[in-house]
């Protein structure tokens, strides 16, 4: 690569945040863009963001952001100097970053050479090894027959990781406990290895059952400079993905941040780095720390690290690729206060975290200032495609202390409003006011540990489900009213009809309301309408509790007013004065959203000849979402139980079990392994045990 070759157009090899997050800073520094785009992606809003744009193809990886090819002709003939490949696609491929070299396209990013070192997990344990990086005992040899796996495995002891040599994300990746579980997890990792990374080549090493996952940013240039900007903790993980990271990693002395700082230099320095990169290490409950990885690109949670350090890490990554020298000496970094990053994604945290595809028919994101960021690559009425990672956006937050900044994160949180597919805010927002996370008290089984916690509804006890569908009757009847005055108004603006107030003289006036909630049961509603010092006042009783209403719509706003009366004490019946409460609504067609803090409340308004049809659950055999079927694990006649596995499908590069829901036979299959199933299609079919014994 030539010294100080000033780059004047840059390329983006992405999509998505990371696409807009990259033309943010080019845009800053007087650095034209320019934006690829699939099928899926023709109106994305990187696509906008960017001063051009190029068609790749199709809206699978493969036919678009893959074609490594075809998008440095584009570099070429868009006049563009450079290509940044943000995370994920190409942006380890050292095939790629090798063409780019010899084309003479700057790759932002390392050399070729420096991807592969770090491209196989095996080969790169040997060469921390040899820098005297710490690593944890395992098996990183060639040598991949089964028999020689199970005996290294055996002889290695009890838990272990077998994972992917090539891969990341926690992509073919298992944890077993004993000796009889390796065959089967050893074969399973294989096919979900080759699926993702195109390779099947295994590693394996002991499992440190309660460690926090640490890294360090660091960053080399070409004049042989290399230093460390903080680290991060990234022990909040969801199948080995990350899910909450903060910077700096809480609890680390002073002496062992600058060990593993050096140690992560050291291994920068072991494969004459340069750019941008991450070393993760695992932190044992005694201090100790092991290598783990080195990711060769810049990381999803670099924002954290930006917060903190008042650095542009895309700017440093364009300079140092244009042959400039770091900004900064490691005596100059300064750290100062502290941020989180949490991942909003689409998927139902509901049902085994399975990613959600569809239409954002609604979205509100929290004020961004100095306190609070935004990444986002979506926006209101785009579609989450079922073809990429369902990532809606990344909200990172800072303060002064760990404390402040986490009273930040849970602000926000409760301020993030998505309604039209499933969401994970309101696990999110579980885990940052989860006792044991504000107190750093937390390794990376912590989803697992308080699982249950985590799923549930918020923690917060202010709102419960009762109370929102208190509010959500009451909802519907303000939106009744709304449009039948509009009604009466249209047809005669000046008739006192127009008032609608729903009041009868001498009389009391009841409204049914039937709504579907998320659990797919109806909830029957009957609603009063009385009078109250004059005032017309809506009462219902749910669960044996009376809850007295009365609101306005103002805007997507329910401004509600409730009071109370539950149990009983030595006086009678307990009543809670007044509660006036804004509630944020979103509404399409007949399905509408309550927001109450971080929890999103879906209620569909229904009609009541449809009930019995409302009722009716999906079927368990069904797809859960657009894939591929890998393999069935019985076959058509065999006796099954509950909770048996029937066959294994791939979804977003993930694999997914189909299990029976009841004891039964299996009576037939409708789709054979590798074939493309859409989301719903029904995959097999089970003879209940009872019928079978009728018949």
Known sequence: MPNQSLIKKLLIANRGEIACRIIKTAKAMGVRTVALYSDADVDARHVALADESFYLGGSAPADSYLKG???????????????????????????????????????????????????SKSAAKEIMGAAKVPLVPGYHGDGQDDALLVDEANQMGFPLLIKAAFGGGGKGMRIVESSDEVLENIHSARREAISSFGNDKLLMERYLRQPRHVEVQ???????????????????????QKVVEEAPAPGLSDELRVK??????????????????????LLDTDDSFYFMEMNTRLQVEHPVTEMVTGQDLVKWQLMVASGSPLPLSQQEVRVHGHSFEVRIYAEDPQNEFLPASGKLNFLREPEQSKFVRIDSGIRENDVISNFYDPMIS?????????????????????????????????????????????????????????????????????????????????????????????????QDPYSPWGTVSGFRLNSDSTH???????????????VTEISIAGQSVYQVEIADITYQLKGELIGEMLHSEITVKSGQDNQGAVTAS??????????????????????????????????????????????????????????????????????????????????????????????????????????VEVEPAESKEQA
């Not at 003939?77 to 010899?102: D, M, T, V, W």
């Not at 660091?218 to 080995?240: K, T």
């Not at 579907?516 to 009957?526: R, Y």
């Open 394 to 490: 990344k909200l990172i937050v800072w303060d002064e202390s760990r404390p402040r900044a986490l009273q930040r994160m849970v602000h926000s949180l409760e301020s993030y409003q998505i309604s039209g597919l499933k969401h994970n805010i309101e696990f999110l927002s579980n885990i940052t006011e989860h006792k044991a996370f504000s107190e750093a008290n937390f390794s990376t089984d912590f989803i697992e540990r308080y699982g249950d916690e985590l799923i549930g509804r918020s923690l917060s006890a202010s709102n419960d489900e009762q109370n929102a569908l208190a509010l959500a009757a009451l909802y519907q009847l303000c939106s009744r009213k709304a449009a039948a005055k509009a009604c009466v108004n249209k």
């Open 578 to 683: 007044g509660h006036k409460v804004k509630v944020p609504v979103s509404q399409v067609d007949d399905d509408f959203t309550l927001f109450i803090n971080a929890t999103s409340y879906h209620y569909r308004a229904i009609q009541t000849e449809l009930e019995e049809e409302q009722e009716c659950l999906e079927d368990k055999l069904k797809a859960p979402m657009n894939g591929t079927i890998v393999t069935h694990l019985v076959q058509k006649g065999d006796q099954v139980t509950a909770g048996q596995g029937l066959m294994v499908m791939e979804a977003m590069k993930m694999e997914y079990t189909i299990e029976s829901p009841f004891d039964g036979a299996v009576s037939a299959f409708f789709f054979e392994p590798g074939e493309l199933v859409s989301d719903g299609d029904l995959l």
């Open 218 to 240: 660091v960053f080399a240039d070409s004049q042989g400079n290399c230093i460390y900007l903080s680290d991060r903790d990234c022990s909040i993980q969801r199948r080995h």
């Open 69 to 119: 090819d075809l998008i440095l002709d584009i570099a070429k003939r868009s006049g563009s100097q450079a290509i940044h490949p943000g995370y994920g696609f190409l942006s380890e491929n050292a095939e790629f970053a090798r063409k780019c070299e010899q084309a003479g396209v700057i790759f932002v990013g390392p050399s070729s050479d420096a991807i592969d070192s770090m491209g």
């Open 512 to 526: 049914q309301v039937a709504l579907l909630d998320d659990n797919h049961e109806i909830q029957h509603l009957d």
């Open 260 to 281: 593993m700082g050096e140690a992560a230099v050291a291994a920068a320095k072991a494969i004459d780095y340069r750019g941008a990169g991450t070393v993760e290490f």
